[in-house]
């Protein structure tokens, strides 16, 4: 991003949540950085709704409390606007923008985004930043238009991706995650997707399970931890079966999370 506002308003991040903020480890060092997406929507240049923004800010401080033994830092983006706003796509300019920062901030440390909705879709869209080691993005919105390309995936490779999304959602239709997954799957095989059924667009009936698998694979993917095995299994395994992993109820019960 080259400065340029919209609304009188920049991209900024929000308060720094883990190491580096005195809860982190011996002399507050920064190993990794977790930045939140939030959700937006389609068109518009309001601000970042701030339901939205406590969302990815419980997440981010559940995320920092679970590596702060490691390390982990993170931080909740606070877009210029709330919509994606057609070719102009402001969050995913502000997404390579705030990856930008980070290195700034903490130098070379690994960074996985963390997105929701139209921040999902900012997450994977930013992902060839060559500071981004993995994806996470929650009911992302990709929508298919007749004569819009599909978005690109190259960026993807060398990364590693989730894609979790629940079966029943109203608001972003879960097929198409999919179709993405499974052209991110053709070239490059470290990604994966899950499937939360009977839940829709906010995953509000499976938040724990959510929590935990997000905890596990962002801290896998920034620490080259183990994954657990339901996340070992979805990467490993081929399409259609890697792609429609189901998050099973109790996810994360037995993991320590």
Same mark, same amino acid.
């Given at each position: 991003?080259?400065?340029?506002?919209?609304?009188?308003?920049?991209?900024?991040?929000?308060?720094?949540?883990?190491?580096?903020?005195?809860?982190?480890?011996?002399?507050?060092? &920064?190993?990794?950085?977790?930045?939140?997406?939030?959700?937006?929507?389609?068109?518009?240049?309001?601000?970042?709704?701030?339901?939205?923004?406590?969302?990815?800010?419980?997440?981010?401080?559940?995320?920092?409390?679970?590596?702060?033994?490691?390390?982990?830092?993170?931080?909740?983006?606070?877009?210029?606007?709330?919509?994606?706003?057609?070719?102009?796509?402001?969050?995913?300019?502000?997404?390579?923008?705030?990856?930008?920062?980070?290195?700034?901030?903490?130098?070379?440390?690994?960074?996985?985004?963390?997105?929701?909705?139209?921040?999902?879709?900012?997450?994977?869209?930013?992902?060839?930043?060559?500071?981004?080691?993995?994806?996470?993005?929650?009911?992302?919105?990709?929508?298919?238009?007749?004569?819009?390309?599909?978005?690109?995936?190259?960026?993807?490779?060398?990364?590693?991706?989730?894609?979790?999304?629940?079966?029943?959602?109203?608001?972003?239709?879960?097929?198409?995650?999919?179709?993405?997954?499974?052209?991110?799957?053709?070239?490059?095989?470290?990604?994966?997707?899950?499937?939360?059924?009977?839940?829709?667009?906010?995953?509000?009936?499976?938040?724990?399970?959510?929590?935990?698998?997000?905890?596990?694979?962002?801290?896998?993917?920034?620490?080259?931890?183990?994954?657990?095995?339901? &996340?070992?299994?979805?990467?490993?395994?081929?399409?259609?079966?890697?792609?429609?992993?189901?998050?099973?109820?109790?996810?994360?019960?037995?993991?320590?999370?």
């Amino acid at each position: 991003m080259d400065g340029r506002s919209v609304s009188g308003r920049t991209a900024r991040l929000g308060k720094r949540l883990g190491a580096g903020a005195g809860n982190g480890t011996a002399g507050g060092a &920064v190993h990794a950085v977790a930045l939140l997406l939030p959700e937006g929507c389609e068109e518009s240049t309001a601000r970042t709704s701030p339901v939205a923004t406590l969302a990815a800010r419980s997440l981010a401080t559940g995320l920092a409390r679970a590596g702060r033994g490691n390390g982990l830092t993170t931080h909740v983006l606070h877009f210029r606007c709330r919509g994606w706003n057609g070719e102009a796509a402001h969050p995913a300019e502000d997404a390579e923008w705030a990856v930008s920062e980070v290195v700034r901030r903490y130098g070379d440390v690994p960074v996985c985004l963390v997105g929701t909705g139209t921040g999902a879709r900012a997450a994977l869209l930013a992902a060839g930043h060559p500071a981004v080691n993995s994806v996470l993005g929650i009911a992302p919105w990709l929508p298919a238009g007749r004569s819009a390309a599909p978005d690109p995936v190259k960026q993807l490779v060398g990364r590693r991706v989730l894609l979790v999304h629940g079966t029943n959602d109203e608001r972003v239709d879960p097929d198409l995650s999919y179709r993405y997954a499974e052209r991110a799957k053709k070239i490059n095989r470290d990604t994966c997707r899950f499937e939360v059924h009977s839940d829709g667009h906010g995953l509000h009936q499976h938040r724990s399970e959510l929590r935990s698998l997000a905890t596990d694979f962002v801290l896998g993917s920034l620490f080259h931890r183990a994954y657990s095995r339901p &996340v070992q299994d979805a990467m490993a395994a081929p399409p259609p079966l890697g792609l429609r992993m189901p998050l099973a109820a109790g996810f994360g019960a037995t993991l320590g999370s």
